[in-house]
């Protein structure tokens, strides 16, 4: 392609010329290449200058999540810690209290002791695994608790169901066992304990229970039949009054009648009876305290 000469004339409308230029085309080419060659410059050094300032700002915030989540890691690790602490601390404390309630196993197996501190390298895994576990601690110590629970509940129920009180306040005037018979002089075993006392004293329920029966006349005269449970009953003779009534209910400690000299007996005085399974035992090993109510 020829390189044709272009003329360019620079003058001011109808004046004389100002100045006067001849170009080739090769030239001017030449300019518009060099031209465009700039303004892709320009934009090139513009989008790259945009990018990187996008980039910073991307790795600034990407910086400040990653201080925020190691942060949060680190507190949830802390967190964890504590947990595990005290969920050791209650394992401690349930086992001496299943020994004092007399359960000889909880049941599962204990977690072996570890220590150290928890590391952001272990990862997002084993973090898993450790709540796992400590949940799993949880659900074992939740079901020890409520072992040990039931069985001090039982064991409440068994000593509130334990004639454990002296049921008058008196003098100890006969024991269990064999005796020489105040009415008749023969030999012949005594079934519980006399206790003289004055008369209309209260009589009181060795431990709670329920009312089984009462008997108006007999050899025992006006007597009460408490049934505590567990094959226990106690039985209160010789009474002058009865203030309870079959089937009810009553406490350790509770008013069943009076002091009396009802049936066969010779003085006013409590006939105090401990049957275990039915039979008659002695009634002073169970006194927890040698001390009469009200003496």
């Known amino acids: 392609m020829p390189n044709r000469r272009h003329t360019l004339i620079l003058r001011r409308g109808e004046g004389p010329e100002l100045a006067r230029w001849e170009v080739t085309g090769r030239r001017i080419a030449t300019w518009l290449g060099g031209a465009a060659a700039l303004v892709g410059l320009a934009a090139l050094s513009g989008w790259l200058w945009f990018s990187a300032r996008t980039e910073r700002f991307e790795l600034g915030r990407l910086r400040q999540e990653n201080e925020s989540l190691r942060t949060a890691n680190e507190t949830f690790e802390e967190r964890l810690q504590r947990l595990q602490a005290r969920l050791a601390d209650s394992e401690d404390r349930t086992r001496k209290l299943a020994i004092v309630a007399g359960v000889e196993s909880l049941g599962g197996s204990r977690e072996p002791g570890r220590g150290g501190e928890l590391s952001s390298a272990v990862g997002f895994e084993s973090s898993l695994d450790a709540i796992t576990l400590t949940d799993q601690r949880a659900e074992q110590l939740a079901a020890a608790l409520d072992r040990v629970e039931g069985r001090l509940a039982e064991n ?19 024991s269990f066992g064999w005796r ?43 007597a009460v039949y408490v049934s505590h449970g567990y094959g226990t009953t106690t039985v209160y003779g010789h ?13 350790r400690g509770g008013t069943v009648g009076l002091v009396g ?35």
């Open 239 to 251: 009474m002058s009054r009865v203030l309870v009534r079959p089937g009810q209910k009553i406490e």
């Open 261 to 295: 000299n009802t049936g066969r007996s010779t003085g006013y005085h409590l006939h105090y009876e401990v049957h275990l399974d039915g039979k008659p035992v002695n009634p002073l090993p169970y006194l927890l305290s040698s001390k009469r109510p009200g003496a």
């Open 156 to 174: 409440f129920r068994l000593l509130s169901a334990t004639p454990s009180i002296w049921p008058a306040s008196g003098l100890l005037s006969s």
């Open 180 to 222: 020489r018979d105040p009415i008749t002089g023969q030999r012949a075993f005594h079934e519980g304990i006399d206790i003289a006392a004055n008369p209309g004293r209260p009589v009181a329920a060795a431990a709670s229970g329920v009312v089984a029966k009462v008997v108006q006349s007999g050899g025992l005269g006006r």
